[in-house]
């Protein structure tokens, strides 16, 4: 069936007894209002909690009671383990790897309470893990997270050299500066980080 | 075999599929039960993230751990052997066949890179695909309202998976360590459970969905109040082929929404005891409503839709799934007495384009497609054959 405002297939289905039925793609049902299942729930609640999301690194994350060490240590852009950003996250709705939810947990803390209504912590079954205790994380995370805190302060203070480099006209070294600079992004950004087959 | 793939043959299509059984409790208003588990791999990035490399390596480990699954289990709930399918390797119409019979997702069917599925033959119950959006989708399925049975399911392969196995001579839910090291270790932190791909999933990673065909609250205009009181329950309404889809025929999905916080057997409870009783009563009495009240007006509608059916010579998947719905109503509600609940059952699946392909065993165009669609309709349909499936 098509969407009565465009061209796609019309998802959203709304009968209501006097104005009859609505037949809308996504899109359209988003725009006019409509309620819109689950598979842009996510983005919904990533629109709710667009604050936590967008701190800056260089700022604490405030909603992390299950890291008290938070506070002495910033919070982390970039998951240590799979070079995740939190910005693709927040693009596409899908971590990278299970060591995000260590990575990012003051921010998605709140989301996924909001996901869950309220829920913070799980209750069921618990597997079988290989590392002793259930589910024991299989990088030390805290120290991968610090790494990836240090890079990203690297990178900050390297473009600041960069820019006082090309201001002196030291161009050569403003050039060996950068290409450090992406060495460090791309070690941040490669789904190969950390080579988590091994 | 046939040309257009050879994870399906004809017969098999013509002989259904048994999730779509109508001797199962309730099943004249919940069509099937299923229960879903999303698990990840410790230390391998999901699906989306990984490399091609990784993702082959995830699925030569789950795949070889699911291997060794055969009759596990005991009485109807045995799991026999699961057979393994590359899904990335099927030709594009195993695949829309699979994604049409809820095998798979259409995510699932897309792309080329390391992908999978395990699927118990011949009753079609447990799939488990690979590579989705999370490393291991492990879905059960059931006719009627049989939650309770598919979870039960679900749970042991999924314990299974993990390495802890049925004591052998031990009592019904006693487990045991799997000494063979090949199990697999799951993606799990104790705060957040089982770890998915999309935070949505977290917790349990369960889902359990029922298949709800409520026609009667659909013609009374009631519908829209069970979307909203199932909203107001965190519940989540969606189409015959789920996330996204169309709500098709009147053929409604019906699943839990939050996954974390709340052990499985509560979930279940919740779901199946405070929510779908309401559910169902509340369609019977629409039905009662309609043919007490509204008779001649419902057997109108009831009996145009099966005029059409045995009487047209071309039809859309669009015009015949709505049609089949008012028929169904009409069985159940005693108007129609020489057609089958279960027959409309299993042509809700066929009308599909790759399902009536397979059947018929011949690629066909749009066109060819309409008047076979019809044919069918007419051959399964006639008046004086009750019971021709």
Not at chain 2, 56 to 69: E, F, G, P, S, V
Not at chain 2, 238 to 245: A, D, M, V
Not at chain 2, 364 to 388: H, I, T
Request: aromatic fraction near 4%; hydrophobic fraction near 40%; charged fraction near 25%.
């Amino acid at each position: 069936m098509k969407c009565d405002r465009c061209e796609n297939e019309a998802t959203v289905h709304e009968w209501t007894k006097v104005g009859g039925e609505k037949h809308l793609c996504e899109q359209c049902a988003s725009k006019a209002g409509l309620p819109v299942q689950s598979q842009t729930q996510i983005t919904q609640l990533i629109a709710q909690n667009i604050a936590s999301l967008l701190k800056p690194a260089s700022e604490p994350a405030s909603e992390s009671p299950a890291a008290p060490g938070a506070d002495a240590t910033p919070a982390v852009t970039v998951c240590p383990s799979c070079g995740t950003a939190l910005s693709q996250f927040r693009n596409s709705g899908l971590l990278g790897c299970p060591d995000c939810y260590a990575a990012f947990e003051g921010q998605l803390a709140p989301l996924i309470q909001r996901a869950h209504e309220g829920a913070t912590h799980h209750t069921g079954k618990t597997p079988r893990s290989r590392s002793g205790g259930p589910g024991a994380p299989q990088v030390d995370v805290r120290a991968a997270r610090a790494l990836a805190a240090e890079r990203v302060k690297k990178l900050d203070v390297l473009k600041k050299q960069i820019g006082e480099a090309v201001a002196a006209e030291h161009y050569e070294r403003a050039a060996k500066l950068r290409d450090e600079v992406r060495r460090i992004e791309t070690e941040l950004a490669s789904p190969d980080a950390g080579d988590m087959t091994t | 075999m046939s040309e257009l793939g050879t994870v399906f043959t004809s017969d098999q299509v013509r002989g259904g599929a048994s999730w779509l059984r109508t001797d199962a409790g309730d099943s004249d208003v919940v069509v099937s039960s299923r229960v879903r588990l999303a698990r990840n791999l410790a230390g391998l990035p999901f699906p989306k993230k990984a490399s091609k490399v990784q993702k082959q390596h995830a699925m030569d480990l789950i795949r070889a751990r699911l291997n060794r699954i055969k009759g596990l289990g005991a009485g109807d709930e045995i799991i026999g052997r699961l057979q393994w399918i590359d899904v990335h390797q099927t030709t594009q119409s195993d695949r829309t066949l699979m994604v049409e019979r809820h095998l798979i997702s259409k995510e699932h069917a897309r792309g080329d890179d390391p992908r999978g599925v395990a699927i118990s033959f011949p009753d079609e119950q447990v799939s488990i695909m690979v590579n989705e959006e999370d490393q291991i989708r492990l879905q059960v399925m059931r006719p009627g309202l049989q939650l309770a049975s598919a979870l039960r399911q679900a749970d042991l392969i999924d314990s299974f998976l993990n390495g802890v196995v049925p004591r052998a001579g031990g009592a019904a839910g006693e487990a045991e360590m799997d000494r063979s090291p090949d199990w697999l270790n799951y993606a799990f932190s104790p705060r957040f459970g089982y770890l998915t791909a999309c935070p949505t999933n977290v917790g349990t990673g369960m889902r359990v969905s029922v298949m709800m065909h409520l026609p009667a609250l659909r013609l009374t205009g009631e519908i829209e109040k069970v979307r909203r009181a199932t909203k107001d329950m965190s519940m989540a309404v969606r189409g015959y082929y789920g996330e996204g889809s169309d709500a098709a025929g009147d053929f409604f999905q019906i699943s839990n929404q939050t996954t974390l916080g709340k052990p499985e057997r509560v979930i279940l409870h919740e779901f199946e005891r405070e929510v779908l009783p309401y559910v169902v009563d509340y369609e019977r009495k629409a039905r009662l409503f309609m043919v007490q009240k509204r008779r001649t007006q419902t057997e109108d509608t009831v009996f145009r839709a099966l005029g059409t059916l045995r009487y047209a010579r071309r039809i859309t998947p669009e015009e015949a799934l709505p049609l089949l719905s008012q028929v169904r109503l009409g069985i159940l509600a005693g108007l129609v007495t020489d057609v089958k609940v279960s027959t409309v059952n299993q042509l809700v699946l066929l009308v599909q384009p790759h399902h009536l392909q397979r059947l018929l065993d011949r690629e066909m165009d749009q066109d060819a497609r309409r008047e076979a669609r019809a044919e069918l309709m007419r051959e399964w349909l006639k008046p004086d054959a009750s019971a021709s499936a």
